[in-house]
Each structure stands twice: as structure tokens, then as C-alpha cells.
């Protein structure tokens, strides 16, 4: 079972970027189409990005084509989400999985994106 670890969030002005990480142990990713997700409190985890397995082809929700591109490593296990044009509504805690489905089972603690206006 792949066992992530999210790290990179932090606190950003609206328009600021941040680089998060999800490095993977327990399995190797390369095997999964990998997948970041974001929660609000009080709201359904949601899709945000996912990526292929060799990383040729990758999907985004609307909300945040243009601004955010995800990216892969197979090499160092690890898959990275490229956050630029930062809006307060990004807030969230934002989560990876080998997985493009938010209903997938098995989370990590996740890493908190706070964006100030």
C-alpha cells in the first residue's frame, strides 16, 4: 500500500505560489495514476489534479487549469503540485493518493494551504 507524506503547504498572499511534495512510501508509485485532493472543513474531499503513470497525460478540475500543474518523479516516489495565482478559495488541506478518485480509502495528514486576501 502506498503511504503518502504532503509537505509544502504553508501561508501565501492571494497571487503567491507554493510547491508541494507527496513522497510516497511503502510501494512504488509508479505503477499508480497519482492524484491531489483538497478538503474544506465542513465539505467533501474534491479532486484537483491527476497525473499518469509515466506522467505523458495529466487532468484538472476547472477551478484550477491554468494555475496549478502537477508533476511526477518516479524515480524519488514522489509527486509534486506547482500551486501559482494563489486565490483565498484554494484554502484547504490539500492531500495526494495512487488514485484519481476522492472517495479512495486511504489518506495521509494531509498538508494546509492557507491563502490570504
Known amino acids: 500500500q502506498v503511504q503518502p507524506v504532503e509537505s509544502g503547504g504553508g501561508l501565501v498572499q492571494t497571487g503567491g505560489s507554493l510547491r508541494l511534495s507527496c513522497a510516497a512510501s511503502?510501494?512504488?508509485?509508479?505503477?499508480?495514476?497519482m492524484g491531489w485532493f483538497r478538503q474544506v472543513p465542513g465539505k467533501e474531499r474534491e479532486f484537483v489534479a491527476a497525473?499518469?503513470?509515466?506522467?505523458?497525460?495529466?487532468n484538472y478540475a476547472d477551478f484550477v487549469k491554468g494555475r496549478f500543474t502537477i508533476s511526477r518523479d518516479n524515480a524519488k516516489n514522489t509527486v509534486y503540485l506547482q500551486m501559482n495565482s494563489l486565490k483565498p478559495e484554494d484554502t484547504a488541506v490539500y492531500y495526494c493518493a495512487p488514485s484519481a478518485n476522492p472517495k479512495y480509502p486511504y489518506w495521509g495528514q494531509g498538508t494546509q494551504v492557507t491563502v490570504s486576501s
Open positions: 497525473i499518469s503513470k509515466n506522467g505523458d497525460s495529466s
Open positions: 511503502g510501494r512504488t508509485i509508479g505503477t499508480f495514476t
